[in-house]
C-alpha cells in the first residue's frame, strides 16, 4: 500500500532535468499516492504523512537502465572470456552458458541483477533477453516480470530472439534452435497483452528486440517485424555497431553501412533505440540524429570488450536521445548504474583530451566539459524513461511519478565535497542508499531491498556459480 510522504531537509535535488533545471533549489519533496506533488523548502507534514529525514544526504530520481541481460548476473568474470574481443567473448561465454539456464537458475540469475542495479538506485530496468525458443518448458518473460514486481520497479521487457543461426553460433555446442518468424510474433503479441501498459506511470512495457538485426533477422523480414512492433505499440530495439565486425559484416553482404542498412529497411525512427553504437561514419551519426534514433550507451561493457567509445556526446548534439544502459554483467562485472555513469562522466573527458594538439597545431588543453555531472544524470533518467516510452517517470517535479534516490554520502570516499549534489556521480563508489522510491513506494531502506535476505542470495549464487563450473568440465 502506497502511503503518502514527505521528504525534508535534503543538502541538494538533482532532477534529470536539462540544463538550468538540472539543480531544484528546494530541500523538501511531498509524495502522494505515488505522485510528487510539492517540492519547496520548510514544508510542514501533514498528519497522514510518513516523514523521512534527509539532513546530509541528497536526491536524485531514480536511474533508467535502458539495456541489461539479467541473466548474465551468475557469468561474471567467466576466465575463458576475460581477455576476449566481442565475436570470441560470445562463443566463450553467452553462446557457451546459455542452455545452462533452466527456470531456477533463471530466476536467481535476475533477482541478483535487480538487486545489484537496485542497490546503484536504479528504479526502471529494460532487459534484452534473447533466450527464447521453440518447446522452452517456463515463460521466460514472465519470470522477469515476476522478478522485477517482487521488488517493486519498473521494468520492460526487450524482447530478443532470432529466426535464424548466425555465423558465431554455427557450432554443435554453441547452437541454440531458432523460432519462425510467426512464432516470434505470436510471442511478442500474447506478451504484450499480458504486460505491456500504456498511460502514464506505467509499471511494464515490452519493445520488439531482435538480438542483432543485422544478423537475427533474414533482410526480408526487417520490415515486417518493425512494421509488426509499431502496429501493436511497440519500440523497436537491438545491438548494433558494437564492434567493427558489424561493419564487415554489412559491407561484405548487403554492400553498405550497418546504420545505411537499418534506413533501408525501416528500423530507425523516434521509437528506435539501439544498444551500444560505437563505431559510426559522420552520415550514420548525420541520420541517427535526423531521425531521432536513440542509443543505449554501455561505456564499461564497451570498454571491457575493447569495442571502443561510442560518440555519445556528438550524437546528443546531432539530436539523437543518449541513455544509459549497463549491459549484461558478463561483459560488465559491475553492472550497475553508479559506477556506469562514474565511468562514462571520466571516459568522454578523457578522450576528449587524449584528441586534444598542441598550440599552434591545436588549441591546447581541451575536453574537460566534454560531459557534465547534470548531462550524465540526465541521460540515465529523464532521457532514459522518455526513449522507453514511460511517460510521467524519469525526473523530479510536482505531477511526476516518486521515483527517487535518497544518497546518504556517508563514506570517507565522499568527505570533502565541496558540492555534495556532485558526489554520487564524482566520487563513484557506491554510495549508501537511505532509501529508495518507485511510484511512492519505498522498495530499499538501509541498501537493503524489502524482504530479501541477501546472505541466501549470495548462498544461492555461489552455488549456482559451482554447479555451472561443473557442467562446464
Given at each position: ?9 535534503a543538502a541538494a535535488i538533482m532532477t534529470g532535468l536539462s540544463g ?310 558478463a561483459s560488465n562485472e559491475a553492472a550497475d548504474m553508479i559506477s ?70 556517508d563514506d570517507p570516499r565522499y568527505f570533502g565535497l565541496h558540492d ?54
Amino acid at each position: 500500500m502506497k502511503k503518502n510522504i514527505l521528504i525534508r531537509n535534503a543538502a541538494a535535488i538533482m532532477t534529470g532535468l536539462s540544463g538550468e533545471k538540472a539543480r531544484s533549489p528546494v530541500s523538501d519533496i511531498r509524495i502522494e499516492n505515488g505522485v510528487i506533488t510539492e517540492m519547496g523548502s520548510g514544508l510542514r507534514a501533514q498528519p497522514d504523512e510518513q516523514v523521512l529525514d534527509a539532513s546530509r544526504c541528497v536526491i536524485y530520481p531514480g536511474w533508467v537502465n535502458t539495456h541489461h541481460h539479467l541473466f548474465q548476473s551468475l557469468l561474471k568474470g567467466v576466465p575463458s572470456g576475460i581477455n576476449l574481443t566481442l565475436s570470441p567473448w560470445l562463443q566463450a561465454v553467452p553462446f557457451s552458458y546459455r542452455r545452462s539456464f533452466d527456470e531456477k537458475r533463471l530466476r536467481i540469475a535476475i533477482r541478483i541483477g535487480l538487486v545489484e542495479l537496485l542497490r546503484s538506485g536504479c528504479t526502471t530496468v529494460a532487459d534484452h533477453h534473447y533466450l527464447f525458443q521453440p518447446g522452452q518448458d517456463f515463460d521466460a518473460a514472465a519470470i522477469l516480470f515476476e522478478e522485477a514486481q517482487a521488488l517493486g520497479m519498473r521494468f520492460m521487457l526487450l524482447r530478443g530472439g532470432a529466426t535464424v543461426t548466425r555465423k558465431l553460433e554455427d557450432h554443435e555446442k554453441l547452437q541454440q534452435a531458432t523460432e519462425t518468424l510467426d512464432q516470434m510474433l505470436a510471442s511478442v503479441q500474447a506478451t504484450a497483452k499480458h504486460f505491456h501498459q500504456t498511460g502514464p506511470m506505467a509499471m511494464s512495457k515490452v519493445a520488439m528486440a531482435p538480438t542483432s538485426v543485422h544478423v537475427s533477422l533474414p533482410t526480408q523480414e526487417l520490415k515486417e517485424v518493425a512494421r509488426a512492433a509499431r502496429s501493436m505499440g511497440l519500440r523497436l530495439h537491438s545491438h548494433m555497431s558494437e564492434s567493427v565486425a558489424y561493419i564487415e559484416h554489412c559491407r561484405e553482404k548487403f554492400g553498405c553501412l550497418p546504420i545505411e542498412y537499418l534506413a533501408q529497411n525501416e528500423w530507425l525512427g523516434s521509437d528506435v533505440w539501439l544498444a551500444h553504437l560505437v563505431h559510426l561514419s559522420p552520415a550514420e551519426i548525420k541520420m541517427l540524429g535526423e531521425t531521432r534514433t536513440g542509443i543505449a550507451h554501455c561505456p564499461q561493457s564497451n570498454a571491457r570488450l575493447a569495442d571502443g567509445i561510442a560518440p555519445a556526446p556528438a550524437l546528443a548534439k546531432m539530436g539523437s536521445p543518449v541513455t544509459i544502459g549497463v549491459d549484461g554483467a558478463a561483459s560488465n562485472e559491475a553492472a550497475d548504474m553508479i559506477s556506469e555513469l562514474h565511468f562514462a562522466w571520466m571516459l568522454h573527458r578523457a578522450q576528449a583530451g587524449a584528441l586534444s594538439r598542441a598550440r599552434p597545431e591545436g588549441h591546447g588543453e581541451e575536453g574537460g566539459d566534454a560531459t557534465t555531472v547534470e548531462q550524465i544524470i540526465h541521460w540515465a533518467s529523464q532521457s532514459g524513461a522518455q526513449m522507453l516510452g514511460f511517460d510521467g517517470v524519469g525526473h523530479l517535479a510536482s505531477g511526476m511519478a516518486a521515483d527517487l534516490a535518497v544518497y546518504a554520502l556517508d563514506d570517507p570516499r565522499y568527505f570533502g565535497l565541496h558540492d555534495s549534489a556532485l558526489g554520487p556521480v564524482v566520487s563513484g563508489g557506491r554510495p549508501h542508499i537511505k532509501w529508495l522510491v518507485c511510484g511512492g513506494r519505498i522498495i530499499l531502506e538501509n541498501d537493503i531491498p524489502n524482504g530479501l535476505d541477501l546472505e541466501r542470495l549470495g548462498m544461492q549464487a555461489q552455488a549456482e556459480v559451482q554447479a555451472l563450473l561443473a557442467m562446464q568440465s
